[in-house]
């Protein structure tokens, strides 16, 4: 398996663009998470989602910021309208549910609104 | 809230001693608690885990530790190397499949 896949690596886009994630779980893993690393904040939970659904979102900075899942595997993280202060890694991690066992990180995207 | 505090924020050690990073969490329901290195520039990986039905476990040059009376837990580093250098996460899942990371420790190894 190929891990956890996340897209774009990086992303530069001017204030006020729209920015959308994307994340590709580990195949069998019906846990999907979205981190947002910053120094100040370390790894913040955004939302989470068991078997696609979406179970606590309560991490979600503001209403500009929107996750789905359609599917076992594919999630988005979009940002609308986007701010100098979203800047950030942005990550996604998949595990599975029910057991006690390792969640997997993607490689980040690294966002940047200027 | 169901939080995970860390401590210290940045710890630095000479070569060959240990280091210790603590952890607290809020829920006693708590069960899992895994432990991640993060290099510079990469992703967050898995080091150890430990499960509340035990005290202790240990592989090879790091261990961690359970208090759950406490609510705490602990990463201990021996005979540290540079290429410890790193930020380590402590996590805890809480009952709700909510998986939730402290803030992070810088742990600078000084050859």
């Known amino acids: 398996d190929a891990g956890v896949i996340q897209s774009p690596r990086h992303e530069v886009t001017e204030m006020g663009q729209e920015v959308t994630l994307r994340c590709k779980p580990i195949?069998?893993?019906?846990?999907l998470f979205w981190y947002r690393q910053t120094m100040m904040r370390g790894l913040e939970l955004l939302i989470y989602?068991?078997?696609?659904?979406?179970?606590?979102d309560s991490g979600m900075p503001e209403d500009r910021f929107s996750a789905k899942m359609p599917n076992a595997s594919f999630s988005t993280l979009k940002i609308q309208p986007s701010e100098p202060r979203d800047s950030a890694v942005y990550f996604c991690?998949?595990?599975?549910?029910?057991?006690?066992?390792?969640?997997?990180f993607g490689q980040g995207t690294r966002l940047t609104v200027v | 809230g169901e939080n995970v505090e860390q401590h210290p924020s940045t710890l630095s050690v000479q070569e060959g001693d240990s280091a210790v990073i603590k952890c607290t969490y809020s829920?006693?329901?708590?069960?899992?608690f895994p432990w991640y290195k993060q290099e510079l520039g990469k992703r967050p990986q898995l080091i150890i885990d430990i499960r509340s039905n035990v005290g202790e476990k240990k592989d090879q040059r790091i261990a961690v530790t359970l208090n759950k009376t406490a609510k705490h837990f602990s990463l201990h580093i021996t005979e540290t190397q540079p290429e410890d250098s790193a930020v380590y996460f402590c996590a805890a899942l809480y009952g709700n499949n909510r998986l939730a990371f402290g803030k992070g420790n810088q742990v600078v190894v000084i050859p």
């Open positions: 829920d006693s329901a708590s069960n899992y």
């Open positions: 989602f068991n078997n696609n659904v979406p179970i606590d």
């Open positions: 991690a998949s595990r599975v549910t029910g057991e006690n066992t390792e969640a997997f």
């Open positions: 195949s069998g893993h019906n846990s």
